[in-house]
C-alpha cells in the first residue's frame, strides 16, 4: 500500500506524531497509537482484524443508538483489542450492520463497578 507512495528520503521537522499524520494522510492512510503500537487503516476503512459481533449475549450493557450525526453509540463491558479502527458487527438491536469504532473510552477502578467500554462508531 504506502510503502510505494514515499520514493526519496526527506526530513520532517515539528511533533512526530503530526508529521506522521501528514504523511500518511498523503498516501491515503490513518495513523493512529492503539495499545502502544501504531496502527495504519485506509482513510474511512477498518483494520483487516475480524469484526466483534456485539449483541445482548456478548456483552453490551446499553444498547446501539444512532445519533442525528450518523454516529452509533454503545456501551459494552470491557472486551480486550475492542480499539478504535476496529470492525463491529451490531446483532439483534434495532441498530444493525457493520461498524467501524471511531472511539472507545474505557471506565473503570478497581476499587469499583464500573468496568465498560463507551463506543462511537460509524457505519461502513
Same mark, same amino acid.
Given at each position: 500500500?504506502?510503502?510505494?507512495?514515499?520514493?526519496?528520503?526527506?526530513? @520532517?521537522?515539528?511533533? /512526530?506524531?503530526?508529521? #506522521? %499524520?501528514?504523511?500518511?494522510?498523503?498516501?491515503?492512510?490513518? &495513523?493512529?497509537?492503539?495499545? +502502544?503500537?501504531?496502527?495504519? &487503516?485506509?482513510?474511512? *476503512? /477498518?483494520? %483487516?482484524?475480524?469484526?466483534?459481533? #456485539?449483541?445482548?449475549?456478548s456483552?453490551?450493557? =446499553?444498547a446501539?443508538?444512532?445519533?442525528?450525526?450518523?454516529?452509533?453509540?454503545?456501551?459494552?463491558? @470491557?472486551? $480486550?483489542? #475492542?480499539? $478504535? +479502527?476496529?470492525r463491529?458487527?451490531?446483532?439483534?438491536?434495532?441498530?444493525q450492520? %457493520?461498524?467501524? &469504532?471511531?472511539?472507545?473510552?474505557? %471506565?473503570?477502578?478497581?476499587?469499583?463497578?464500573?468496568?465498560f467500554?463507551? #463506543? *462511537?462508531? =460509524?457505519?461502513?
Amino acid at each position: 500500500g504506502g510503502a510505494s507512495a514515499v520514493r526519496t528520503s526527506s526530513v @520532517l521537522s515539528g511533533n /512526530a506524531m503530526s508529521e #506522521l %499524520t501528514r504523511v500518511s494522510r498523503s498516501a491515503g492512510y490513518e &495513523v493512529s497509537i492503539q495499545d +502502544g503500537n501504531l496502527q495504519f &487503516v485506509r482513510i474511512g *476503512e /477498518a483494520t %483487516t482484524d475480524v469484526a466483534f459481533r #456485539l449483541a445482548p449475549d456478548s456483552g453490551v450493557v =446499553k444498547a446501539p443508538i444512532r445519533k442525528t450525526n450518523g454516529i452509533v453509540e454503545a456501551r459494552t463491558l @470491557l472486551i $480486550p483489542d #475492542l480499539l $478504535p +479502527g476496529r470492525r463491529v458487527q451490531f446483532d439483534g438491536y434495532e441498530v444493525q450492520g %457493520t461498524f467501524r &469504532v471511531e472511539s472507545a473510552k474505557y %471506565t473503570g477502578q478497581t476499587a469499583g463497578s464500573d468496568w465498560f467500554i463507551d #463506543l *462511537e462508531c =460509524k457505519e461502513l
